[in-house]
C-alpha cells in the first residue's frame, strides 16, 4: 500500500514542589483547625517515557495505526499504553475511521506527598435551609495508583464538494 510511516521517541521530565505554610500554621496557632505545627514540604520526581507511533498502509485505501507509550516515574508509578486505529477511504468522499486504546492519569505530586491539614468547612444540607461547619481534612497518600481510562472512538469523513463533514462517537471509560 506505501511506505510505511514510524517515530520513536524517548521524553524526560523533572518536576519538583513545595509546600510553604503561612505563618500562623507554623506556630500551630490556627483560629479554626487543629493545633499541629505545619511544616515546610516539598517533593521531586522524573518520568521517563518511551513511545513508538506506525502507521501502515495495507492497500491504498486502508491504513493501520499503532502506537505504544511506557511511561515510569521515580514515585513508583508506571504505565504502558497501546493504540490502535483503521482509516478506509472507501470511496474519494467517503472515509470510515476508527480508533481504540488506553490511557491513564499519574497522581500529582501534592496527591503523593501532602501532609494531611485540617480547617473549618461549610457543608450545606441541599434539601433544606440548614448550613453547617465542621473540620475538613485532606493531604497526600503515598500509595495513591494511575487512574486509567479505555478509548474507543468511531468516525465518518464526508467530502461532498465545497462541504467537508466530520462526524465522531467516542467513548471514554475512566
Given amino acids: 500500500g506505501g511506505p510505511?510511516?514510524?517515530?520513536?521517541?524517548y521524553q524526560r521530565r523533572d518536576s519538583a514542589y513545595t509546600n510553604?505554610?503561612?505563618?500562623v500554621e507554623i506556630a500551630g496557632d490556627t483560629w479554626i483547625g487543629t493545633d499541629a505545627?505545619?511544616?515546610?514540604?516539598?517533593?521531586?520526581?522524573?518520568?521517563?517515557a518511551y513511545f513508538a507511533e506506525f502507521s501502515i498502509p495495507v492497500l491504498s485505501t486502508?491504513?493501520?495505526q499503532a502506537a505504544v507509550r511506557r511511561e515510569e516515574f521515580s514515585t513508583g508509578q508506571s504505565s504502558t499504553d497501546p493504540k490502535y486505529g483503521l482509516t478506509?477511504?472507501?470511496t474519494d468522499w467517503l472515509t470510515l475511521r476508527g480508533t481504540t486504546g488506553t490511557a491513564f492519569i499519574a497522581p500529582t505530586l501534592q496527591q503523593l506527598l501532602?501532609?494531611?491539614?485540617?480547617g473549618l468547612s461549610t457543608v450545606t444540607d441541599r434539601f433544606g435551609p440548614h448550613d453547617a461547619f465542621t473540620t475538613a481534612?485532606?493531604?497526600?497518600?503515598?500509595?495513591?495508583q494511575n487512574e486509567s481510562s479505555e478509548s474507543t472512538s468511531f468516525g465518518v469523513d464526508l467530502a461532498l464538494g465545497d462541504v467537508d463533514i466530520s462526524i465522531t462517537y467516542n467513548?471514554?471509560?475512566f
Avoid: F
Avoid at 510505511?4 to 521517541?9: D, K, Q, S, T
Avoid at 510553604?20 to 505563618?23: E, R, V, Y
Avoid at 501532602?114 to 485540617?118: A, D, K
Avoid at 481534612?137 to 495513591?144: Q, R, V
Fill in 4 to 9: 510505511i510511516g514510524a517515530a520513536v521517541g
Fill in 20 to 23: 510553604i505554610p503561612s505563618l
Fill in 37 to 48: 505545627k505545619e511544616t515546610l514540604t516539598s517533593g521531586s520526581r522524573s518520568v521517563d
Fill in 62 to 64: 486502508l491504513e493501520v
Fill in 88 to 90: 478506509w477511504a472507501a
Fill in 114 to 118: 501532602n501532609p494531611v491539614t485540617c
Fill in 137 to 144: 481534612c485532606s493531604g497526600g497518600n503515598p500509595n495513591l
Fill in 171 to 173: 467513548n471514554t471509560l
